[in-house]
């Protein structure tokens, strides 16, 4: 990028040292860096170019992490920060801190052509939900295209919150955004509101579905003439349900007040067709870009005391297993898929001095370390949805396994200090003892994947 001036190495704040670079546009460049506070990888956007001929660059950056911030829900994009502060070459740069995601764009996806219907409804779905709990908080995204939506190994994410709005904000001077996703009311300054967002969420399904947006328009005058027309755009896909074809219009009503709410969205898409539920979990494999599951293996491991008047000191019995079969729904004509995963209860309490013992307990390890951290996550994705644990705790819990993952240097050490974290957070009511017996207990079996 022309006049950019950091370089991999770099240390901004004197905590975040950038790694390479992962994406750039416009003046800013996101890097996958490492948080040296808290021990963790991280990304940091940074606007990278001079400070006097930025164009607001600034204020959104500011923006995009206030309300990103201020949206509590699993499939937002986590921000952990935002500052200002001079490079090692001495240039003053605004950045904000964000959750790492591994994964892929929709729009690299919809490259390839649309989706099966039921995984296009799942992604709307989750997409819709994140609408809802940001309409919640007044925030109306503004943005919501391909590129703005994350297929990652952890779920569908909503991304970009750089031009997004408070409802009943006035637009500004400049339109904003991708013309195919622009709702008509936006073209004549009418305050932000969440119809918007539902427009861009019906234009979105609908290219999911048929591979190509209802309006196809690269300038702003095309997009004029093509919502001045009575045209109105067909949906046929074979096998989609009637329920979801209508839903989808609707979110294309030029009038915002005949459209639904991104919360009935919501609704409709995931109380759908036999299937439907099972795919619109947040957690649903069906959003990764590389394979379309239709059955997902939930292991979740469960350590359990059999003789609750034990003395806390005597020595633990090793932990029993069972079996059970999990079905995930199916689509209409397809045939369900049983799979079979380990459970186990034990009790896992934090010793005298309130940490864990940093020896794993004996037993039988997960089949995979990727089955073993799927199975700490739907602990997290569960008990933070039931408010037992904190959603800022949980989005970094997950983003400690998922470094794990990704770099196994010192696991150990970082598993018996995820488990110290947990603990900690137990004292500080930010997580339930039972989410905490439960959580530690699959955190264990994740840590026996690194030895074995």
């Known amino acids: 990028m022309p006049g950019a001036q950091l370089r991999e190495g770099d240390i901004l704040a004197r905590r975040y040292i950038l790694k390479q670079p992962v994406g750039q546009g416009g003046m800013s ?3 996958r860096a490492w948080d040296s506070t808290l021990e963790r990888t991280v990304a940091v956007k940074v606007l990278d170019g001079p400070i006097d001929a930025d164009g607001g660059q600034r204020d959104r950056i500011r923006r995009e992490a206030r309300a990103a911030a201020r949206i509590e829900h699993p499939n937002a994009i986590g921000v952990y920060d935002y ?19 591994d994964g892929a764009s929709l729009a690299g996806r919809l490259a390839e052509g649309p989706l099966p219907w039921p995984e296009a409804v799942a992604v709307a779905a ?70 918007t967002d539902v427009y861009a969420l019906g234009v979105l399904l609908y290219e999911m579905l048929t591979g190509a947006p209802p309006y196809p328009a690269t300038t702003w005058e095309e997009l004029e003439r093509a919502l001045a027309s009575e045209r109105r755009p067909p949906l046929t896909v074979p096998g989609l349900p009637a329920g979801v074809a209508s839903a989808c219009l609707r979110c294309l009503d030029k009038d915002p007040q005949r459209r639904p709410t991104a919360a009935e969205v919501a609704t409709l898409l995931g109380a759908g067709p036999p299937g439907t539920a099972a795919l619109t979990r947040r957690r649903a494999w069906l959003a990764v870009p590389v ?35 999990s079905v995930v729904p199916a689509p209409p004509g397809s045939t369900p898929t049983g799979t079979l995963g380990p459970t186990a209860r034990s009790s896992a309490r934090p010793g005298a001095s309130g940490l864990p013992s940093t020896a794993s307990p004996p037993g039988p390890a997960p089949q995979t370390r990727q089955a073993a951290a799927k199975a700490v996550l739907e602990i997290v994705d569960r008990r933070s949805e039931s408010g037992e644990i904190r959603n800022d705790v949980a989005l970094d819990i997950r983003n400690q396994v998922g470094n794990l993952l990704g770099d196994e240097t010192d696991a150990a ?34 840590g026996r994947t690194f030895t074995t």
């Not at 991304?159 to 013309?179: C, K, V």
């Open 291 to 325: 394979v379309v599951v239709a059955a997902a293996v939930l292991a979740v491991l469960l350590l359990r005391d059999d003789d609750p008047g034990r003395h806390p000191d005597a020595a633990a019995p090793a932990p029993s297993v069972s079996f059970i079969v």
């Open 413 to 446: 050490r970082r598993v018996a200090q995820l488990r110290q974290n947990l603990s900690s957070r137990v004292r500080d009511h930010s997580i339930s003892d039972a989410a905490y017996e439960e959580l530690d207990a699959a955190v264990v079996a994740f």
């Open 83 to 101: 500052g200002e502060t001079v490079t090692p070459r001495g240039r003053i740069a605004a950045y904000v801190v964000m959750q790492l995601l």
């Open 29 to 31: 460049v996101v890097w």
């Open 126 to 195: 989750t997409v819709a939900d994140v609408l809802h709990a940001a309409h919640r908080r007044g925030v109306v995204h503004r943005d919501v295209t391909p590129e703005n939506v994350m297929l990652t190994t952890d779920g569908v994410r909503l991304l970009d919150f750089g031009i997004a709005a408070d409802i009943g904000q006035r637009e500004e001077a400049m339109t904003f955004g991708t013309p195919p996703y622009v709702a008509p009311e936006r073209l004549v300054g009418a305050p932000a509101s969440g119809g």
